[in-house]
């Protein structure tokens, strides 16, 4: 409802035009009537009315002096002057004041009713004006915290001219000393609830210099704007508050944070550069796997990866999986790993590095033939690691799954070459000439290489195998035929039938004879 009131010197028009129009139904609420304008001036002193309906011509003050007042003290008030044939010439005078209407008298109620609903159309468009202004300029000051938090990223990432600078910095009111600037990043890790992250960024915000400025950057993370006197206090006063950052922890299962700190410069056109370094130095403290802080000067006073250094650790691991003796297969590995973090590595480089591991590995796997198949569960495609120490436990499982692998290769290889071993001493069992370095020739392979395989497949030497299947073979001819001593010595394998004897008892308790008495009793 709008609010207003009437100002008429006569009692009759008064009440007449008070009674006769249904103000609330038209959206008006009439609060007063007056005589006069000095009576109007009294009340608007104390109280707001949107629209006033007066007459030009009235004692003490009229309508025209009322408006004038009104133009200067209350523009905002709608004036409607009523106004007779004779005062008409006289009222064009308060064309240059606030009147909005003028009402010939005599005027009707419908009349009236007419003039009151072109002025509530204009009330309520100008209410609404009023609305969204406000309520966008809530907005903005709401929204003020979030504009100036993306301004000063965008300062120290570079993306404003000085002009734009300029203007943004009168208009966050955003002190700049004009003398040295620093910017550390705190990394802020993925475990953290978005709680453990606000609550560290107040935990900063306490704690920082007035000077100092904290915002987020489009990852989430916490940037912190250092300004002062010197290049030494800046960076000895990033530091304490990175330490002190970096003992917040929200609780014991929650990874650290880690702290880059940017270096020191002395214009804001070269804060990307800080920034920048800040970024470079959370990336190596995230590539190395810790959480720690890091100067990029630090960072930057480490020495730079040499190629062929890294081409004589890759060719050593290469060899050691080749020899396959897992132990030192790891250690080459590792060696690897522990000249790459004494180094200054970008993540980038560190990928790179590692898919040149990762595709060492494969050219091994591929050569030997070691999976194939549907049943081939090798990690083939490499994958994005996120830390040294990751990329490190990866390797580490390719050595054991390899390693499996190949102990598996080995068996199979043992199992086949211990088998036809196994045959051929069935075959030539009688042989007495047949020796060790016989079978050795038959499959290729030296005496001590074979020693080793037909003891790993069988638990015994090649001696106690082709012994005790002599003695199996006497058995049987024991049992099955009327053969003499001789004839059995001679047929498994033995020229010497005093030698065989011994043999016989020394694996039975019994002579040969006594063997073939203790079966027929």
């Not at 700049?176 to 606000?198: A, H, I, K, M």
């Not at 000077?211 to 916490?222: A, C, G, P």
């Not at 692998?405 to 009688?430: G, P, T």
Request: charged letters at 30%; a negative charge.
């Amino acid at each position: 409802m709008h609010k207003i009131i009437f100002v008429d010197d006569e009692a009759i028009v008064r009440d007449g035009i008070s009674n006769c129009i249904p103000w609330v139904d038209n959206g008006f609420d009439l609060v007063c009537v007056f005589e006069h304008g000095l009576q109007v001036l009294d009340y608007l002193e104390s109280n707001h009315v949107d629209v006033i309906i007066s007459d030009i011509n009235m004692p003490r003050m009229d309508g025209l002096a009322l408006s004038r007042i009104l133009s200067e003290k209350y523009p905002d008030i709608m004036l409607l002057l009523l106004t007779g044939y004779d005062d008409f010439e006289y009222a064009q005078e308060a064309v240059k004041t606030n009147v909005r209407e003028f009402l010939l008298k005599p005027i009707t109620a419908e009349e009236l009713i007419q003039v009151l609903a072109r002025v509530r159309t204009e009330l309520d468009s100008n209410l609404e004006k009023e609305n969204q202004t406000t309520i966008m300029r809530d907005k903005l000051r709401l929204s003020f915290p979030l504009l100036k938090e993306r301004f000063l990223y965008r300062l120290v990432s570079g993306k404003l001219d000085k002009l734009s600078i300029n203007q943004r910095k009168e208009y966050f009111e955003w002190q700049d000393l004009g003398r040295f600037y620093l910017v550390s990043l705190v990394l802020v890790p993925d475990t953290w609830n978005e709680l453990d992250r606000l609550t560290l960024f107040e935990f900063i915000k306490t704690r920082k210099k007035t000077e100092d400025d904290i915002f987020s950057n489009r990852e989430e993370n916490i940037v912190i704007l250092f300004q002062g006197d010197s290049i030494e206090t800046l960076e000895l006063r990033s530091r304490n508050l990175a330490e002190m950052s970096f003992q917040f922890n929200p609780g014991s299962e929650k990874d650290q944070i880690s702290v880059g700190c940017g270096e020191a410069v002395s214009s804001l056109d070269h804060l990307l550069g800080s920034y920048n370094g800040a970024g470079n130095a959370v990336n190596y403290s995230r590539v190395l796997g810790l959480s720690q802080i890091l100067s990029i000067k630090e960072v930057r006073g480490r020495g730079k990866i040499a190629p062929e250094k890294i081409d004589e650790l890759g060719r050593m691991l290469s060899d050691q999986l080749k020899t396959g003796r897992k132990e030192h297969t790891e250690e080459a590995l590792l060696n690897i790993f522990v000249y790459l973090e004494e180094l200054y590595i970008t993540p980038v480089e560190a990928y790179h590095y590692f898919t040149r591991i990762h595709l060492l590995f494969l050219s091994f796997v591929q050569e030997m033939e070691l999976f194939s198949g549907e049943n081939d569960s090798f990690p083939y495609q490499p994958r994005n690691f996120d830390s040294f120490k990751y990329a490190r436990d990866f390797f580490l499982e390719l050595i054991s799954i390899i390693e499996e692998r190949v102990q598996v290769f080995r068996n199979d290889a043992v199992l086949s070459r211990v088998e036809k071993a196994r045959r051929i001493i069935k075959e030539r069992l009688s042989d007495s000439a047949f020796s060790l370095q016989d079978i050795c020739n038959e499959l290729y392979l030296s005496v001590s290489q074979f020693s080793v395989i037909f003891k790993e497949g069988t638990g015994q030497t090649f001696i106690e195998y082709l012994t005790s299947c002599r003695v199996e073979e006497a058995k049987k001819i024991l049992k099955t035929t009327d053969s003499k001593s001789y004839e059995v010595a001679e047929k498994s394998g033995y020229m010497d039938p005093r030698y065989f004897s011994i043999i016989f008892k020394k694996a039975t308790g019994m002579t040969p004879m006594e063997y073939r008495r203790s079966l027929s009793g």
